[in-house]
C-alpha cells in the first residue's frame, strides 16, 4: 500500500473528503519527520515507536577500490513495534 492507497482508504472508512484526508496524512508524517530531526523518539499506544539513533564516523573498506574509507557520522532511523502490533501480524 502507498500514500496515495492509505489517503483513498481512509477518506471512504471516515466519509471525508480525499483532499482533507491527504492533507491530515502528510502532515502528520511532516511532523513525525519533525520530531526525528530533533533526536527525538515518537511512540504510538499499540504500533511501535520511531528514534532517531546518531551512527558515529568510522573506517571501512571499500573492495572496488581496494582502499579503506572514512564515512561519514549520520542519523539512523529505526523502528521497533509494539507487542499489541506484533499480536495482530502473527494471529
Known amino acids: ?6 489517503v483513498r482508504e481512509l477518506a471512504t472508512r471516515l466519509s471525508l473528503s480525499q483532499k ?7 502532515t502528520t508524517l511532516e511532523e513525525i519527520t519533525l520530531i526525528m530531526e530533533e533526536d527525538e523518539s515518537y511512540s504510538q499506544t499499540g504500533f511501535g515507536s520511531f528514534k532517531a539513533e ?3 564516523e568510522r573506517i571501512t573498506y571499500n573492495p572496488a577500490y581496494r582502499k579503506k574509507m572514512l564515512l561519514p557520522k549520520k542519523k539512523k532511523v ?3 513495534p509494539s507487542t ?3 499480536g495482530k501480524i502473527n494471529e
Not at 500500500?1 to 492509505?6: I, P, R, T, V, Y
Not at 482533507?20 to 502528510?26: F, R, T
Open 84 to 86: 499489541i502490533l506484533k
Open 1 to 6: 500500500m502507498n500514500k496515495q492507497e492509505l
Open 54 to 56: 546518531v551512527k558515529n
Open 20 to 26: 482533507n484526508v491527504k492533507h491530515l496524512v502528510e
Open 78 to 80: 529505526h523502528f521497533r
